[in-house]
C-alpha cells in the first residue's frame, strides 16, 4: 500500500517520549530531535474533527505514538461499554500507534463515567474478569495491549495474591504485554509498605513494552504513615529516578514517558526531564531479550 | 465478592462511610486513604468543568464556581468518559438552581459555552468554493438543498449572550446591550466565530439546516420578517464557510 501514509515513523524506540499537551506544540516543532515520541489518551481525540484531531493527524507523521487509553475500565465488574471500545477501534485504526495501552482499573459503574483509576482486590475472580475483558478488547482492536500497574492507596481484605502474581497470570493467559510505570511502583510500595526494588526484582520484566515516569505529591494517612498521591503534576523526584536506573539495569532500555498531565509546566522544563531520561537510557546495558 | 457498587457510591457521597473490606496494608480500616479516592474524582471533574465553562466561572467567581461544580458533579457525574462533552446537564441544572435565580442569563451562558465547545470538536467540512452559487441556472438557484457545516451551532437567548460572552473575554470589548440575542456560532477550518444573528436569518438557517430548499427556508425567513433579504442571507452562508454540498 503505497501512500503518504507509508512514510511514518512507527514504532516507539526506546528514548524518551512525553504526554502530548497542545500548549507544547511550538516547542516540540522547533527541536523535534529532543524527544523520541508522543503519548496520547485516546479519549481527547474523539470528538469528530476540529483543532486537536488535526494536531494529532500531523503529529502523527513525525513522531511515533503511543495511544493510551483512560477510559476502558478494563477491572470494571459490568461489561465494557462496546460504544467506547468502537470508538477506541476507530482511533486505533487511523492512528495506527506503535503501542496501545490501558490500566488495570477501573472507572465506571452503572452508567456513570468517575473518571480516576480505581483499584482493584486480587482475586481469581478478579482475574477471570480482567483477562476476559482484555481478550475482548485485543480481538477488537486486532492487536497487543499493554497492560498499566495502578498507584494505589487502599488493599482490599479478600484480595489473596501479589499484584505481580496477578499481572503475570493476566499476561500469560491473555497475551498482553506490561506498562510498567515506575513512579506506580514507588507510590504504591511506599503507600503498601513493601519493598520498590524488590518489585522490581520480581517483575517479569521481559513483557514489558514501555515504561513511565511521573511526579508525584506526599501526605500523610491517618496513622500518620506516608500516604504518597500519584499525581503527575510535578518532577519526578531523585527517588524514582533512582529506581529507573534500577529497573533499567535489569530490563534494558524501553520506551520511557514522562507523565506530566497537571500544573503543566513550560516546554523547556518538560524536555529537561526527558533528556535526562533519555540520558540513563543510553547508559542502559543493551536490551535484553524479551 | 461484588465490590464496586458501594465503592462507587461512596465515591460520591462523603457522607457514606468507607466500604468494608477496603482497608490499609495493616488490615485496619482505610479512612483517609479512601477519601484520595473521593477527592481525586470530585476535583477531577470539578477541573473539567472549569475548562469547559471559563465565561461562567468568570461570571459567578472562581470559588463560587468550584462550590457550584461540586454540587453538579456529585448529582450529575459523567455518563461517558468523553470529558470534552462532559456538561451536558449543567444548564438544566442552572434553571432550577434557585440561589442564583438573581442572574438569569446563567442557564443561556452554559448552553452557548457548550454549543461552542460542540463546534469546535465538529467534524471537519471543507466550504464549497465561493462562486459555486452563482455557476448554478437562476430558475434552479430557489430548489437547491444544501448541507451546512457541521460546526454550526444557533442559540437563541432572551438575554444578550453574545455580548456578555465577549465582554468577558475579548479585551476592549463593549457592555453588552440590553436586548435579546441569537448566536451563530461556526468554524473557520478550526477557528471559532460568533456572531449575533436576526430572527429571520436564524430561521433561514435553521431550515436549511433541517433540509428545505431554499425557497423554503425563505418563506420561513419572510414570515418572520417580510424585509429578510435573500442575499445577505446567502453572503452570510458563504461568508461563514457554511454550505459544505450544495444539492441540485
Known amino acids: 500500500m503505497l501512500d503518504a501514509q507509508s512514510d511514518r515513523p512507527d514504532q516507539v524506540p526506546n528514548r524518551a517520549g512525553v504526554g502530548f499537551k497542545a500548549q507544547h506544540l511550538d516547542g516540540i516543532l522547533k527541536d523535534p530531535e529532543s524527544i523520541g515520541w508522543i503519548e496520547i489518551h485516546a479519549e481527547n481525540y474523539m470528538g469528530d474533527g476540529g483543532l486537536p484531531i488535526a494536531q494529532l493527524r500531523h503529529l502523527r507523521e513525525r513522531f511515533p505514538v503511543s495511544c493510551h487509553g483512560v477510559g476502558l475500565s478494563i477491572g470494571a465488574e459490568g461489561p465494557l461499554d462496546t460504544d467506547h471500545l468502537n470508538r477506541l477501534k476507530k482511533l486505533v485504526d487511523w492512528l495506527e500507534p506503535g503501542l496501545f495501552s490501558e490500566h488495570l482499573a477501573w472507572s465506571t459503574h452503572d452508567s456513570h463515567f468517575l473518571n480516576d483509576l480505581l483499584p482493584v482486590p486480587y482475586t481469581q475472580a478478579t482475574v477471570d474478569r480482567v483477562v476476559e475483558h482484555i481478550n475482548q478488547v485485543q480481538d477488537t482492536l486486532g492487536r497487543q495491549m499493554l497492560l498499566e500497574n495502578p498507584s494505589t492507596y487502599v488493599a482490599f481484605e479478600e484480595s489473596d495474591r501479589s499484584e505481580i502474581d496477578f499481572l503475570k497470570e493476566v499476561a500469560s493467559r491473555s497475551g498482553c504485554g506490561l506498562l510498567l510505570d515506575v513512579n506506580n511502583v514507588f507510590v504504591s510500595a511506599t503507600n503498601q509498605n513493601y519493598s520498590p526494588e524488590g518489585y522490581i526484582d520480581a517483575f517479569p520484566t521481559g513483557l514489558v513494552g514501555e515504561l513511565h515516569l511521573g511526579g508525584h505529591e506526599a501526605d500523610a494517612d491517618d496513622f500518620g504513615e506516608p500516604l504518597l498521591i500519584d499525581s503527575h503534576s510535578r518532577p519526578v523526584v531523585d527517588p524514582v529516578w533512582a529506581l529507573y536506573e534500577y529497573t533499567l539495569a535489569k530490563a534494558g532500555p524501553r520506551p520511557t514517558l514522562i507523565e506530566w498531565d497537571n500544573d503543566i509546566p513550560t516546554w523547556d522544563v518538560l524536555a529537561a526531564e526527558a533528556a535526562r531520561a533519555d540520558r540513563l537510557l543510553s547508559a542502559a546495558p543493551a536490551e535484553k531479550a524479551r | ?248
Request: zero cysteines.
Open chain 2, 1 to 248: 465478592m461484588s465490590t464496586q457498587p458501594r465503592f462507587a457510591e461512596a465515591l460520591l457521597d462523603p457522607e457514606q462511610p468507607v466500604p468494608d473490606g477496603v482497608v490499609d496494608p495493616q488490615g485496619r480500616p482505610a479512612g483517609k486513604r479512601f477519601n484520595v479516592y473521593r477527592n481525586n474524582v470530585v476535583v477531577s471533574l470539578i477541573d473539567a468543568m472549569e475548562t469547559a465553562f471559563p465565561v461562567m466561572r468568570k461570571l459567578i467567581g472562581a470559588e463560587n464556581f468550584r462550590n457550584l461544580a461540586g454540587l453538579y458533579v456529585r448529582q450529575h457525574p459523567p455518563s461517558s468518559p468523553l470529558l470534552m462533552f462532559y456538561g451536558a446537564d449543567f444548564p438544566a441544572f442552572l434553571d432550577s438552581f434557585a440561589p442564583l435565580a438573581h442572574v438569569p442569563y446563567l442557564p443561556d451562558m452554559a448552553r452557548l459555552e457548550l454549543a461552542r465547545r460542540h463546534a469546535y470538536h465538529a467534524a471537519d467540512a471543507a466550504p464549497v468554493a465561493a462562486d459555486a452559487l452563482s455557476r448554478i441556472a437562476p430558475d434552479r438557484l430557489m430548489q437547491l438543498r444544501l448541507t451546512l457545516a457541521p460546526a454550526m451551532q444557533i442559540l437563541p437567548s432572551r438575554y444578550p449572550v453574545v455580548g456578555i460572552w465577549e465582554y468577558n473575554m475579548v479585551p476592549d470589548a463593549p457592555h453588552p446591550p440590553a436586548e435579546a440575542q441569537i448566536a451563530l456560532v461556526t468554524r473557520l477550518a478550526f477557528d471559532l466565530q460568533m456572531q449575533t444573528v436576526s430572527p429571520a436569518m436564524a430561521s433561514f438557517l435553521n431550515a436549511l439546516h433541517q433540509g428545505a430548499p431554499l425557497d423554503t427556508a425563505f418563506d420561513s425567513a419572510s414570515a418572520q420578517d417580510s424585509a429578510f433579504d435573500l442575499t445577505a442571507g446567502i453572503v452570510l452562508l458563504l461568508q461563514s464557510d457554511l454550505i459544505v454540498e450544495i444539492h441540485l
